[in-house]
């Protein structure tokens, strides 16, 4: 009845162990800087601390640290009752715990050891078989036959992490044999010394079999707490592993003074001093002495060649990355000491990688502001104004229809109007700043007047920062920013630059001659 008792008692720890540690690690992923996941060492950790059940390992220790004293008590009767007989048997019956500490704990470091440098190939392994069985590669594996190599790849990194553990449970048997031949040979010697008292007429015959008994279990109990001590040393470089990914560092570190709130009104603008950053890890400055000033309410382009910095610039301007030598300030305020979740309340972007969920249109939009997804009335406002209502209204279920594949029978949707979806939850927020990293690359080029248009008059009074490749619409904004090799390269109306006659002027040039 017990134990029945105690397996309900440990499956219940176990789920809420997995439940409340799960939340921690959640928790700890939501706050870390977006530094972290250009890491990865930090996937590595998370892949490691992910595998196997937290529940599992944190109960562990304690229940092992309970069977270490509940075969402590039986060592300890045992012990007595052999020292008893003779001192001998009490000393030989000990002495096969020290191997058994030793081999176990030196193969529990090794396993950990051997996970830890398996985890990039497993992780590998693992995102090659995503590859062959998520939808979204299914059409170029088809298209390019990458089925086999991937198969192949997958096989290789797969078979290689599971033969190198089978190789550490093969020694890890043998010493286990050789442990076993050790407590077997110091079970002969007191055999012996038994046989021995027995013959000179100092022990009867229920005494010989009883002190039998007692070496034989006495040697179990001492066996099983090494096993147990080794045990929770392993488990220990686990959990090490578990909370050093916990202790990540994840906060601004603010003092009274330099604690601030975004500016409730943005009336200098925003300043970029000479602003340098490089990649964590990476030696090669991206941005480079950059002196950009945005004033409240401009509509800025920002353009350049293909990895000039436009994206890591406004990654830099919304305080995802810290910036190696320069700053930003928004007023008189440097971006280091306005809390983060104030300064991301007061701006709202779309990314060139922006995210299809996969739920409603409804989701899809209002998600642009987490206070207030209930406001249909408000959604349906910006579906219009965004051109999203034109397609959703004649899909079954209107906002509420699902979209992709994944969850359910959902609708599927073109490019552009995925971009279109995206376009409406940046507007859903009503934010000071706007950020808008190549948000209609997949819409057909009138479409794309349009939203520029609409965008204009929707965010009057808003400043607003796009990176476009189409000097068309470049071409509308107030300033302009040509980016080049991580530096300003020129900065000005699209008049100023068409004057300069020099990279703007190239570039706008170029693709007024495709359309001519
Ligand atoms: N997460 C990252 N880690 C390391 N280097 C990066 C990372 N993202 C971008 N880079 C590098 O920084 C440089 C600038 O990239 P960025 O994305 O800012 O360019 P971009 O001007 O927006 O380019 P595009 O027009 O192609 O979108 C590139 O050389 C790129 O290789």
């Not at 219940?12 to 439940?19: G, Q, R, S, T």
């Not at 701006?347 to 998600?367: G, L, R």
Request: include cysteine.
């Amino acid at each position: 009845m017990i134990g029945s008792i105690d397996s309900i008692n440990s499956a219940n720890m176990e789920a809420k162990l997995d439940y409340y540690v799960g939340l921690l690690v959640i928790q700890k992923s939501i706050s870390l800087p977006l530094a972290y996941f250009e890491d990865a060492e930090f996937y590595h950790h998370l892949d490691r601390i992910t595998k196997g059940g937290y529940g599992n390992k944190l109960l562990s220790p304690i229940k092992t640290m309970l069977g270490i004293i509940k075969s402590s008590i039986t060592m300890i009767s045992l012990f007595s009752f052999l020292w008893m007989i003779h001192w001998s048997l009490g000393i030989l019956s000990i002495l096969s715990a020290f191997p058994t500490l030793i081999i176990q704990t030196k193969f529990g470091r090794e396993r950990f050891q051997l996970i830890r440098f398996q985890t990039p190939a497993a992780r590998e392994a693992n995102y090659t078989s995503a590859l062959l069985t998520n939808r979204q590669s299914a059409k170029e594996i088809r298209i390019f036959n990458l089925g086999e190599f991937f198969k192949e790849r997958w096989k290789k990194r797969f078979l290689l992490n599971s033969r190198n553990m089978l190789k550490l449970n093969k020694k890890q048997d043998i010493a286990r044999i050789l442990l076993d031949s050790i407590t077997a040979l110091l079970f002969g010697i007191c055999a012996y010394i038994v046989v021995s008292l027995l013959k000179v007429g100092k022990m009867t015959i229920g005494e010989f079999i009883s002190t039998a008994q007692g070496i034989h279990s006495a040697q179990a109990s001492i066996n099983g707490i090494s096993t147990n001590l080794a045990k929770i040393y392993e488990i220990n470089l686990y959990l090490i592993d578990l909370f050093e990914y916990l202790e990540y560092n994840d906060e601004q570190k603010f003092t009274k003074e330099t604690r601030n709130l975004f500016p409730s009104y943005l009336q200098k603008g925003i300043f970029i001093k000479n602003l340098s950053f490089k990649y964590p890890k990476s030696n090669q400055l991206v941005l480079n002495g950059i002196t950009i000033h945005i004033r409240p309410g401009e509509k800025v382009a920002i353009v350049g060649d293909n990895g000039s910095g436009k994206s890591t610039l406004v990654k830099c301007l919304m305080g995802l990355y810290q910036v190696e030598k320069g700053s930003v300030f928004y007023d008189d305020i440097d971006i280091v000491n306005i809390d983060n979740c104030d300064l991301h309340k007061n701006m709202t972007a779309i990314f060139q990688d922006f995210m299809k969920y996969a739920f409603t249109v409804m989701d899809n939009i209002s998600f642009g502001d987490i206070h207030n997804t209930h406001d249909f009335e408000l959604v349906k406002r910006i579906g219009i104004q965004t051109g999203v209502d034109d397609f959703v209204k004649k899909m079954p279920k209107d906002y509420d229809t699902l979209l992709g594949k994944i969850l359910g029978e959902g609708e599927e949707l073109s490019g552009g109007q995925w971009q279109k979806i995206a376009i409406a939850r940046s507007l859903f927020r009503d934010s000071k700043i706007l950020i808008l990293d190549e948000p209609t690359s997949s819409l057909d080029p009138l479409k794309e007047l349009e939203v520029y248009e609409q965008f204009n008059s929707m965010t009057n009074g808003k400043t607003v920062i796009f990176i476009s490749h189409r000097m068309a619409a470049a071409r509308m904004a107030d300033k302009i920013i040509v980016l080049k090799n991580g530096k300003v390269a020129e900065c000005g109306t699209h008049d100023d630059l068409m004057f300069l006659k020099s990279e703007y002027y190239q570039m706008y040039s170029v693709q007024a001659k495709w359309y001519s």
